[in-house]
């Protein structure tokens, strides 16, 4: 997976420079709260926050949009909405978790503009399995050419399908099948209950197989 490059310059240019600190030994949730101090973000804090969750965001939307030849554009959009909205933030220690939705949200978003993605498709997109969880491991070699048509055909139905989801239901499903985080995890990040997490996701894969019931069915 190829990491892209976010620099300072292209969150915010007009933004003087600071003295050096040693922000890399503060904790995340003091950085969050420095970049939230004044009118913009302190310029040494958000970049330390670009650094150590560069990765993070470079995985999300690697999962997502695989092939999408504009990932790294997509990741400077990720980057310039936190540093607008950052401040918006009441709950430091769940940035992680609002990091996340910023950037599937800004996917989706870039996903209803797109009529059609010429192979938006891999063959470790996850598949329906039949307790309702997803595997994101296809297991084929060397698939034939009808068979793989076929697999990119129904992620590309199941993608547009998560996208159609209300984004709470969206949020918990990504959290749980592209970052594989635990029940417990999501509900600390999204700030809800562990029943109301396994609820939201229960529901989003019934409606997900609901929609995509002659995919599942080998129609």
Not at 103 to 114: G, I, V
Not at 173 to 186: D, F, Q, T
């Amino acid at each position: 997976m190829s990491q892209s490059t976010v620099s300072w310059s292209t969150v915010d240019a007009t933004v003087p420079p600071t003295p050096v600190q040693q922000v890399e030994k503060l904790p995340n949730y003091d950085l969050i709260l420095r970049c939230q101090a004044d009118a913009r973000p302190e310029r040494s804090a958000f970049a330390e926050l670009m650094r150590r969750y560069q990765s993070h965001v470079d995985k999300i939307l690697y999962h997502l949009a695989p092939d999408w030849q504009d990932r790294a554009d997509l990741a400077q959009e990720v980057w310039i909405r936190v540093y607008r909205n950052i401040k918006r933030l009441q709950e430091p220690e769940k940035f992680r978790g609002w990091l996340s939705r910023i950037a599937t949200n800004l996917f989706y978003d870039e996903l209803r503009k797109r009529k059609r993605v010429s192979n938006p498709l891999s063959l470790d997109a996850p598949r329906m399995m039949d307790d309702g969880e997803m595997d994101w491991e296809i297991a084929s070699d060397n698939p034939s050419p009808d068979e793989d048509m076929t697999t990119r055909e129904f992620y590309e139905q199941l993608r547009e399908a998560i996208a159609d989801l209300p984004e709470v239901f969206r949020t918990t499903i990504v959290l749980r099948e592209i970052e594989g985080m635990a029940y417990e995890e999501i509900a600390e990040i999204t700030g809800v209950s562990l029943g109301t997490v396994k609820s939201r996701i229960a529901r989003a894969r019934q409606r997900l197989q609901s929609q995509l019931q002659n995919y599942l069915n080998g129609g």
